[in-house]
């Protein structure tokens, strides 16, 4: 069961453009991650986000926590080649140790 | 420092091998994770450990079997795998309750 869905799946833009990731589900969590994870190696934890409506920014990122709790967006401003990778989300649940992660986001910026 | 540590970087193992992957943390972190990733796909949770006890095992075959000898070890040990369990494994730990767990580089293990 996936509990966590992302879109779009693939993206490919150019160097200086805008792009918006987004992370949905019909279950609320706890809180929410974003990760960053590169081709043979451990997703890099970006950024937490745990209360409804919480807006984060890191540079030029920009997350979203919905306000049920059940969603979550990634922005960025102005892409770089080096922001190329895959972006995942993962939701944890109340109670326990467990996180869900998202089909994830493969970006690529083009130069 | 919010370093996770995996040993080997990389692993081939014949179907009727033993082998042990080896994950380490020294955050104080008392909940470890073993996850499998397929390529192009999100990471699969395999177990989680808090304080050092088996607390989920997510229906993984008993080829697979985790170890946590101590707060800051995590073991997973290999025995007669299949060629589809070649995949990235990943170690992650975290705060027990904690928001945030860290990932280790990863095991790329190949089983031929």
């Known amino acids: 069961t996936q509990l966590l869905e992302q879109s779009p799946q693939f993206l490919s833009i150019q160097e200086g453009e805008n792009l918006t990731v987004y992370c949905n589900s019909s279950?609320?969590?706890?809180?929410l991650q974003w990760y960053r994870q590169e081709p043979g190696e451990g997703p890099v934890l970006l950024v937490t986000?745990?209360?409804?409506?919480e807006v984060k920014k890191l540079k030029r990122l920009t997350f979203q926590f919905g306000d049920a709790r059940k969603d979550s967006s990634l922005h960025i401003t102005a892409a770089q080649t080096g922001d190329t990778g895959l972006y995942l989300c993962?939701?944890?649940?109340?109670?326990?140790?467990?996180?869900?992660f998202g089909s994830g986001t493969k970006l690529n910026v083009k130069p | 420092d919010t370093e996770v540590t995996q040993t080997p970087k990389h692993l081939v193992m014949g179907m009727t091998n033993k082998k042990s992957l080896k994950c380490e943390q020294h955050?104080?972190?008392?909940?470890m994770y073993w996850y499998k990733q397929k390529a192009k796909k999100p990471p699969e949770l395999m177990f989680v450990?808090?304080?050092?006890?088996?607390?989920i095992n997510e229906s993984v075959p008993s080829r697979f079997s985790p170890e946590c000898p101590n707060s800051s070890l995590l073991n997973l040990h290999l025995h007669a795998l299949q060629p589809e369990d070649s995949a990235l494994y990943l170690c992650?730990?975290?705060?027990?309750?904690?928001?945030?767990?860290?990932f280790g580089p990863g095991t790329r293990l190949t089983v031929t």
């Open positions: 992650a730990s975290s705060q027990v309750g904690s928001y945030e767990q860290y």
């Open positions: 279950s609320v969590f706890s809180s």
């Open positions: 986000v745990v209360t409804g409506g």
């Open positions: 993962a939701g944890k649940e109340y109670n326990f140790n467990k996180f869900y």
């Open positions: 955050m104080g972190h008392r909940a």
């Open positions: 450990y808090s304080y050092e006890k088996l607390s």
